[in-house]
């Protein structure tokens, strides 16, 4: 295996969650007749671990997520420095029907970037959640003993 100069560390899930709450767009991964797709969404988190989304009414998206187990995936990654992390949850998704719920999570959430009436909400509980953080390798590198350091002889 060719080792890149890049080094990874996973995260526990409190790490996870607080980079959630840090970032304002991710990715949802659900079922499309039958394959993969993935679809880019602004997103809050709601309480400790449920994250919501805002879509249309009765689309294709809205459909397609209802009572699905679905991924959710956010990331902030520099190619360039080899540095960043990704986080991933899985669990279900619902819609929501309760009109004050749908208040609430209205104000919650920041203004749509797509046109159209998005007034439809989806609630995904995070049941597993993982993440990892990768660094240019140096970072964590520990200097040998061989290595003279300043001033110590």
Request: contains cysteine.
């Amino acid at each position: 295996m060719r080792n890149d100069g890049t080094s990874s560390r996973a995260l526990d899930r409190e790490e996870c969650l607080a980079l959630l709450r840090s970032a304002p767009v991710g990715r949802v991964v659900y079922t499309d007749q039958a394959l993969p797709a993935i679809q880019p969404v602004t997103f809050a988190v709601d309480g400790d671990e449920t994250l919501v989304i805002r879509t249309m009414p009765g689309s294709k998206f809205e459909t397609a997520l209802r009572g699905a187990i679905v991924a959710f995936e956010i990331d902030d990654i520099d190619a360039a420095a080899r540095t960043g992390w990704a986080v991933t949850a899985v669990g279900r998704a619902r819609a929501v029907t309760d009109e004050s719920e749908a208040r609430h999570l209205a104000r919650l959430l920041p203004r749509p970037w797509a046109p159209g009436a998005r007034e439809a909400f989806i609630r995904i509980t995070c049941r597993q959640v993982s993440g990892v953080r990768l660094a240019s390798a140096h970072l964590f590198e520990i200097p040998s003993r061989s290595r003279a350091l300043p001033g110590v002889s």
